[in-house]
């Protein structure tokens, strides 16, 4: 079973940038695809991105297009999330996910019980 921790949360200005990271324990590490979901107090977790592992396909909200990046680092089993031009409504705690297995439609990497390993969460918090 794949343990992943995420890290790089904090307190920022909005207009700012933050870096999550997420590492994924074991030696052969290699999902079908890794995934970012927020969730904030009182509200469902929502989708934030998603990146097929084999060629890096990414699918993002559109409330954080152009704002949010996704990448890796294969030989650190790390995927990261670069955030920038924070918005106090970017305010969340941020899970990364892994899904092991295929997943055929593109709508399914945006659902949260589609992935099998879950982070413990990291608080981002975007102050006005």
């Known amino acids: 079973q794949v343990q992943l921790v995420e890290s790089g949360g904090g307190l920022v200005q909005a207009g700012g940038s933050l870096r999550l990271s997420c590492t994924a324990s074991g030696r052969t590490f290699s999902p079908y695809a890794m995934g970012w979901f927020r969730q904030a107090p009182g509200k469902e977790r929502e989708f934030v991105v998603a990146t097929r592992w084999s060629d890096g396909i990414t699918y993002y909200a559109d409330s954080v297009k152009g704002r949010f990046t996704i990448s890796r680092d294969n030989a650190k089993n790390t995927v990261y999330l670069q955030m920038n031009s924070l918005k106090p409504e970017d305010t969340a705690v941020y899970y990364c996910?892994?899904?092991?297995?295929?997943?055929?439609?593109?709508?399914?990497?945006?659902?949260?019980?589609?992935?099998?390993?879950w982070g413990q969460g990291t608080q981002v918090t975007v102050s006005s």
């Open positions: 996910a892994a899904r092991k297995s295929m997943m055929i439609y593109s709508s399914h990497y945006y659902y949260p019980n589609m992935y099998d390993a």
